[in-house]
C-alpha cells in the first residue's frame, strides 16, 4: 500500500533549522512530483514547495522562498526539506504530498509537527 512518512519536525528557537524528511513506498516514486504543504492552527493547509518528479524543478511559496530548500532522492524514495532561518510564523503540521502525473493520484503524509519559539 501507499505510504509517505514524514520525519525531522521539533521545536527550534527563531533563526534556527529543521530538515524534514519523508519516506515513500507503494508507488513509482520517480514519477510523481513532490510537494511539502503546511497547516497551521485554525488556518487552510498551504502548499510550501514542489519538487518535479526528475528533481530538476523547483518552485516554492513566497513565504519560503530563500529559507527553505526541496529535494528528492529518487534512488532512496526520499523527498526532503531543509528549513533555515525558521521564523514562529513556520509553525504548523508539515505535510508530504505526491502528486501523479496529471494531477492524479495525490497521497498524502500523517504529518510532522515544527514548532518555532523561544
Known amino acids: 500500500q501507499v505510504q509517505l512518512v514524514e520525519s525531522g519536525g521539533g521545536l527550534v528557537q527563531p533563526g534556527g533549522s529543521l530538515r524534514l524528511s519523508c519516506a515513500a513506498s507503494?508507488?513509482?516514486?520517480?514519477?510523481?512530483?513532490m510537494n511539502w504543504y503546511r497547516q497551521a492552527p485554525g488556518k487552510e493547509r498551504e502548499w510550501v514547495a514542489q519538487v518535479g518528479s526528475a528533481g530538476g524543478r523547483m518552485t516554492y511559496a513566497n513565504s519560503v522562498k530563500g529559507r527553505f530548500t526541496i529535494s528528492r532522492d529518487n534512488t532512496k524514495n526520499t523527498v526532503s526539506l531543509q528549513m533555515n532561518s525558521l521564523k514562529p510564523d513556520d509553525t504548523a503540521g508539515y505535510y508530504c504530498?505526491?502528486?501523479?502525473?496529471?494531477?492524479?493520484?495525490?497521497?498524502w503524509g500523517q504529518g510532522t509537527q515544527v514548532t518555532v519559539s523561544s
Open positions: 504530498n505526491a502528486l501523479g502525473p496529471g494531477g492524479f493520484p495525490s497521497y
Open positions: 507503494g508507488f513509482t516514486f520517480s514519477t510523481y512530483a
